[in-house]
């Protein structure tokens, strides 16, 4: 469902429908609980209702800080990776130039083949969180033929061939770290605490007494939204390929690399 709804929405209209939903149910809630007890307007039972949502609010803010963080940090880890599999392959060509015209061409066209597969094939698959190895594994395999099947002359070309051949075991290496990223997501049980806190935590807002009920009701209203935009940064952060916020392939685009996308294919 998450995914779908980032795959579908804007963050704009996500932020609609996660905090306006949130603050629009609550007050709703706190407007119903008011109704159908009023003596709760009263605020007798404000001290301890105060106290048991201290503790909760105080208990749910770092859990909720901690998920939160951690899911910046996956993000920002995923980008990197993608960034460092994308220069490594810009590398590889780069190294591939000393090579002959034959043995550079099939370089060419397998980094061609490979750039083309990770972006339009690959990547809608990560983007669904459904990535597949098999999607790139031909291309990746063909690379590792087109170095494999050339024998440098010279020491110069030695040097280069063996520098490619450590660049394309780091690509290797972080296409499989990429693709692992694309399944990761919140373990069920932080998913649980996060969500489930929001049940608890808003309800009880419901149940500390204001006598105005405009106060009352800006009270639960800007308790819910906080909560509402903290949830929705959990959502966005959870899946790195989906949504506004995603990693993007535009590494495999550009600099050295941007040649493979103009023109026939080599």
Request: hydrophobic letters at 50%; a neutral charge; zero cysteines.
């Amino acid at each position: 469902m998450a995914l779908w709804l980032l795959n579908h929405l804007s963050t704009a209209a996500l932020t609609v429908l996660v905090v306006g939903g949130a603050v629009t149910l609550s007050v709703a809630g706190s407007l119903l609980v008011r109704r159908r007890f009023p003596s709760l307007v009263a605020g007798e039972h404000n001290e301890m209702v105060g106290v048991v949502l201290g503790m909760f609010a105080a208990i749910y803010g770092i859990i909720l800080a901690f998920v939160i963080v951690t899911l910046w940090e996956q993000l920002e880890e995923t980008r990197t990776t993608v960034d460092t599999e994308a220069t490594d392959v810009s590398l590889i060509v780069r190294d591939a130039a000393s090579f002959p015209p034959g043995p550079r061409a099939r370089m060419d066209k397998a980094v061609h083949d490979y750039l083309h597969a990770v972006v339009e094939r690959q990547w809608p698959h990560m983007r669904n969180g459904t990535a597949r190895h098999s999607v790139t594994a031909g291309q990746i395999k063909g690379l590792y033929t087109a170095l494999q099947d050339y024998e440098p002359a010279t020491e110069s070309q030695r040097v280069f061939y063996e520098q490619a051949s450590t660049m394309l075991n780091d690509v290797a290496a972080q296409r499989r770290d990429r693709l692992a990223m694309a399944h990761r997501q919140l373990p069920p049980l932080l998913q649980v605490l996060v969500f489930g806190g929001a049940l608890v935590i808003i309800p009880l807002t419901f149940l500390y007494g204001i006598r105005n009920r405009s106060m009352q009701l800006l009270f639960v209203g800007s308790v819910a939204a906080l909560i509402g935009f903290s949830l929705l940064l959990v959502v966005v952060l959870d899946r790195p390929f989906a949504g506004d916020v995603r990693v993007s392939p535009a590494p495999y685009m550009e600099g050295s690399l941007a040649r493979f996308w103009e023109g026939p294919r080599p």
